[in-house]
Structure formats: C-alpha cells, structure tokens
C-alpha cells in the first residue's frame, strides 16, 4: 500500500472496508471526508474537524463521472493528486481511499442502479442539470457502504447538494 507521508493511500473497496472494520474492532471512530479532489481550505477544515473528533479520518478523492452531464467536460475537472496528499497528510488525516472509475463501477458507466432524491433534485441546479445530483447522491451512497458505521463531513457551501445528501 502506498504512503505519502503518515497518510495511508488506498485504491481498492475492499482494503478500505478491511482496515476500517480492523479500526471499529479496536473501538476506534471513523471519520469520512468525501471529496473529489483538488482540495482547498474547505476541505482542510473539514479534515481538521473529523481528525479533531474521530480516531481515523478517511479521506476520499474520486472524480465522479455520475456528476457530469453530457455538455460538461469531466477530462477537463483539476486535478492534483500530490497536492491532495500533502494536503491530507499535514492535515492529520489516516487513509486516502483513491479508487478507479472501474473501481467505483466494476458494470461501467451509466451505472445499472443509481440514486435519485426527485424533490429536491428537480429544481435550481437540477433543472439545468438532470443528472448531476442522481450522480452526488449514487456515489455518496457508495462511499458510505464503503466507508461503514462513521461520522461524514460535509461542506455546506453548496444548499442543494447538502440537502440531497
């Protein structure tokens, strides 16, 4: 398994799920910061808050495909994966789940199953965009299947997206 620095790096569901269920079983907390990457000040604080309370913060970075629609360009989203590393790593976080698309959807892309809140996806955004909060809500609910019994942090910035979740 990869490190940068204290940071543990994993790419698979399964090493992920496996450490973490060796973390609950010592009577550890697990902390979840899902992310897609490029991380700022936002991220750091949420970071900083679940290392602050929880015993093992797991960071996730995973550019969604879900979230793209058909006129949006998903090869042109930054990324910049050292800098995530590093940003996580002096931030105190443990593990960095870092996971293919093949990974996250071993049956591709569009998926068989997603997840879609229609009340609340339907308008502001949504209605621009039709796909994009089935794409939050399928993956959010993938990294918390992931992830197991744990605290999320989640940004508030974007009203829409934290009432989906």
Not at 24 to 40: E, I, N, Q, S
Not at 122 to 143: N, W, Y
């Amino acid at each position: 398994m990869p490190e940068a620095g204290g940071v543990q790096v994993l790419t698979t569901i399964a090493e992920t799920r496996a450490l973490l269920d060796t973390q609950r079983a010592r009577g550890k907390t697990v902390g979840l910061v899902p992310t897609m990457g490029y991380l700022h000040a936002g991220h750091r604080t949420l970071v900083d808050r679940s290392v602050a309370s929880r015993d093992v913060t797991l960071v996730t970075i995973f550019v969604n495909p879900l979230q793209f629609g058909a006129n949006e360009d998903l090869s042109t989203y930054p990324r910049d994966l050292d800098r995530d590393l590093a940003m996580c790593d002096a931030a105190g976080a443990d593990v960095v789940l870092h996971p293919s698309v093949e990974e996250m959807y071993p049956l591709g892309t569009p998926t068989l199953t997603s997840i879609s809140v229609a009340e609340i996806s339907a308008r502001m955004e949504g209605a621009s965009r039709p796909t994009h909060f089935a794409g939050v809500a399928t993956v959010v609910s993938k990294l918390f299947n992931i992830a197991g019994p744990c605290h999320a942090y989640f940004g508030e910035k974007d009203w829409q997206q934290l009432a989906v979740i």
